[in-house]
Nanobody, 127 residues
Framework: QVQLVESGGGVVQSRDFRSLACGASGRTCRGYTMAWVRQAPGQDREIVAY??????????ADSVEGRFNISKDKARNRVSLQLNMKSLKPEDTAVYYC??????????????????WGQGTQVTVSS
């Protein structure tokens, strides 16, 4: 079993910087692809960025390319996932989820590919 806990959400101003963090415990997500997925009110979940187990492969959605950056730190018994967000826009307002998948993942796969999810953290960008 994998437990994911996000932190770092809040209310920010347009063009501000914000960093989200996700702590993974349990099986520590070794061998897992991890991602940040967001869901705005009334919209489907959108994969914002993903990173491979070893961190050598990552991708970001076109809507956040150049503004958001996903990274991962691995210690012996824990994995932490970060999402650094700059130049935030009101359209970035959403609940941001940390997610993990033990199955192979390719960009374009749906969010349902991920079997473990955190509880989500709200990011609200005011104009």
């Amino acid at each position: 079993q994998v437990q994911l806990v996000e932190s770092g959400g809040g209310v920010v101003q347009s063009r501000d910087f914000r960093s989200l963090a996700c702590g993974a415990s349990g099986r520590t997500c070794r061998g897992y692809t991890m991602a940040w997925v967001r869901q705005a009110p009334g919209q489907d979940r959108e994969i914002v960025a993903y990173i491979s187990d070893r961190g050598e492969i990552n991708a970001h959605a076109d809507s956040v390319e150049g503004r958001f950056n996903i990274s991962k730190d691995k210690a012996r018994n824990r994995v932490s996932l970060q999402l650094n967000m700059k130049s935030l826009k009101p359209e970035d307002t959403a609940v941001y989820y940390c997610a993990a998948s033990s199955a192979p993942f390719r960009w374009g796969n749906p969010p349902s590919r991920f079997e473990y999810w955190g509880q989500g953290t709200q990011v609200t960008v005011s104009s």
